[in-house]
């Protein structure tokens, strides 16, 4: 069977990524991380990504001199994406919203640090999601893989996994202990899929 292209968008530190490159090394996963996209000057995932030898794009959206229109940024963005013509996109810990011709050309999805439906949608990313759980005060959170559609963390729901919360948590300590599970759900996911 083919290799697979995958390409990576990452907002920030890129574990999951990092994840997902020792997996298509190792040979856990069939694929090969054709590119990784970020949306934020000096993002660590980038770095990964060089370090890897995987071509990486830096397309920060708040750079005005380069994107003075939303649009101009969607462009640059689906101009890279278009360039690795990618077997599968994966969304890990990208902070912008895709635009709609992206999630309807293209197998796209993304990895969230809650249990979906619970604590997804607009407003609910990084340390806010986990934030909210122990404010609510969840005896247990998790990680879920989710196609993306046009909506924010409403597509189909491909694989979810459960942690514990535990008394005297911090947003911080549950944090790291869902972003464990994620490095193992993000690959079984991408597993599932090719
Ligand atoms: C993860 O918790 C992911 O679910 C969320 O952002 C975090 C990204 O971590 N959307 P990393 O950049 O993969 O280390």
Redesign the pocket.
Known sequence: MAVKKIVVL?????????SLIDAAENGAINARIAAVISDRRGAF?LERAKSAGIPSYEHDRFDKARFAVRDDFDRAVADSIDAHAPDLIVL???LSILPRETVTRYRVI????SLLPKFGGMGF??RKVHEAVIAAGETESG?TVHYVDEGVDTGGIIVQERVPVMPGDTAETL?AR??ET?HNLIVTAVKMLL
């Not at 993304?110 to 640090?113: A, G, R």
């Open positions: 990452a907002s920030g530190g890129g574990s999951n990524l990092q995932a890990a810990g990208y993304n990895i969230h640090p990313y990084g990680a944090a869902v972003l994620e």
